[in-house]
T-cell receptor, first 115, second 113 residues
Framework: GAGVSQSPSNKVTEKGKDVELRCDPI?????LYWYRQRLGQGLEFLIY????????KSGLPSDRFSAERTGESVSTLTIQRTQQEDSAVYLC?????????????FGPGTRLLVL | DQQVKQNSPSLSVQEGRISILNCDYT??????FLWYKKYPAEGPTFLIS???IKDKNEDGRFTVFLNKSAKHLSLHIVPSQPGDSAVYFC????????????WGAGTKLIIKP
């Protein structure tokens, strides 16, 4: 079956522009996560969605970052007024549900470069 | 403050030998640990996990060891194969935060033919 897909795979933008990143989770997965990985660092949790519950936004680094998810399907991560420090790989993952030890399945990521 | 540390950015091992990847953590509340493997241009994929009630978990060529007193875990790959060349991430979680994984920075493993 299809895995998690993300688009675009690469994005180059100018400082100050807005960008929108898309994630298509595995069908039937109710939980969806966004992470950021800066060069040479581990994955940094950004936001989490579980079904129709309110998302956990505790990892979002600033109010320039926002994310939406329609039901249990596609999610978009939006970064407004991009800054150079936003350059990173943005990874999306999904899992069957929010539960301890539930395996997360990752997409290939979107590589964002802010010039 | 890094709660999960992988102090070796890279490791080179001869094919057929044992690869040992290390991970240290500072939060004694962590009770579940995972290793993920990542190839270039792909997302991480789950490899093996261990609960804090165990000190060893084995799956084929992969074994994870947990030393709670030292707050240290390691991943052993025996024998190492060329396809094992990848970046390996250690991650940890607590039952109270059952979906938030805290990740190490990764170790790049290179298997030499």
């Amino acid at each position: 079956g299809a895995g998690v897909s993300q688009s675009p795979s690469n994005k180059v933008t100018e400082k100050g522009k807005d960008v929108e990143l898309r994630c298509d989770p595995i069908s039937g997965h109710t939980a969806l996560y966004w992470y950021r990985q800066r060069l040479g660092q581990g994955l940094e949790f950004l936001i989490y969605f579980q079904g129709n519950s309110a998302p956990d936004k505790s990892g979002l680094p600033s109010d320039r970052f926002s994310a939406e998810r329609t039901g249990e399907s596609v999610s978009t991560l939006t970064i407004q007024r991009t800054q150079q420090e936003d350059s990173a790989v943005y990874l999306c993952a999904s899992s069957l549900e929010r539960r301890w030890r539930e395996t997360q399945y990752f997409g290939p990521g979107t590589r964002l470069l802010v010039l | 403050d890094q709660q999960v540390k992988q102090n070796s950015p890279s490791l080179s091992v001869q094919e057929g030998r044992i690869s040992i990847l290390n991970c240290d953590y500072t939060n004694s509340m962590f009770d579940y640990f995972l290793w993920y493997k990542k190839y270039p241009a792909e997302g991480p994929t789950f490899l093996i996990s261990i609960s804090s009630i165990k000190d060893k978990n084995e799956d084929g060529r992969f074994t994870v060891f947990l030393n709670k007193s030292a707050k240290h875990l390691s991943l052993h790959i025996v024998p190492s194969q060329p396809g094992d060349s990848a970046v390996y991430f250690c991650a940890a979680s607590t039952r109270d935060s059952n979906y938030q994984l805290i990740w190490g920075a990764g170790t790049k493993l290179i298997i030499k033919p």
